[in-house]
């Protein structure tokens, strides 16, 4: 059955995350050089930025999911897993208070919400993610942003879990190594989501914006 996308990511109860687009994970600050090459290889900030627009338009909610962690490291498990070990052996990285938690300035609007998290690799355990999108109605939640190694997958299999209809822009993600990143949309994000592009949700927003003017 083809996706009704139209339908399935309606303003009123859709809401985009945008999973770690900082400036110190894809951005000025970052310490992470070949995500951004990936990311710049594909446009993920340019298609984010349009994606984004085109949800303020709609009255769509756009979440950042960010991260950050304290000076004394309170909140974040510093030895549950190899990737966040490595984090915190700089003690300057990704510091609240600091321009690297930031959302890349392309992709913040005054309007956008934002759910900060301490620890871990996806959105929802321990932050109010979940109860934040419920009072905005929300039943179906749109990914964006980085990484299809860890955030992406995260986010995912967290909203399914929770109860959520999913879609992954695929032209708004990127991970490392590519052909990697290509894998997990083929094989992990394409059990637990749908795979959509920047142009079908700006269309599918234009296209429920022209339905209502026309009522």
């Known amino acids: 059955m083809p996706l009704d996308l139209a339908s399935m990511a309606a303003p009123g109860r859709t809401a985009v995350l945008v999973m770690e687009m900082q400036r110190g994970v894809v951005g000025d600050r970052t310490r992470f050089p070949d995500l951004v090459a990936a990311c710049d290889r594909h446009a ?7 994606l984004l627009g085109a949800a303020r ?5 756009v979440v950042h999911c960010t991260a950050a962690f ?6 974040s498990h510093e030895g549950n897993s190899p990737f966040i070990t490595a984090l915190l052996r700089d003690p300057g990285h990704m510091l609240e208070g600091t321009g690297a ?5 392309e992709l913040w609007d005054p309007a956008d919400l ?11 355990t321990g932050t109010s993610l979940d109860t934040l999108l419920r009072t905005l109605g929300v039943s179906t939640v749109v990914a964006a942003g980085v990484s299809l190694n860890l955030g992406i997958p995260g986010l995912a299999l967290e909203a399914v879990n929770l109860g959520y209809r999913v879609a992954v822009v695929v032209d708004a993600v990127a991970g490392v190594p590519e052909e990697y990143a290509t894998a997990v ?10 795979r959509v592009g920047t142009a079908d949700l700006v269309a599918a927003w234009a296209s ?7 009522r």
């Open 57 to 61: 338009a709609a009255g769509v909610p």
């Open 101 to 105: 938690v930031e959302v890349v300035p």
């Open 70 to 75: 304290r000076a004394d490291r309170a909140g």
């Open 44 to 50: 993920v900030i340019p298609n984010a930025r349009v």
């Open 185 to 194: 949309l083929e094989n992990t994000i394409s059990l637990l989501a749908a």
């Open 208 to 214: 429920r914006a022209g339905q209502a003017s026309a």
């Open 114 to 124: 934002e759910s900060r998290r301490g620890h871990g690799f996806s959105p929802f």
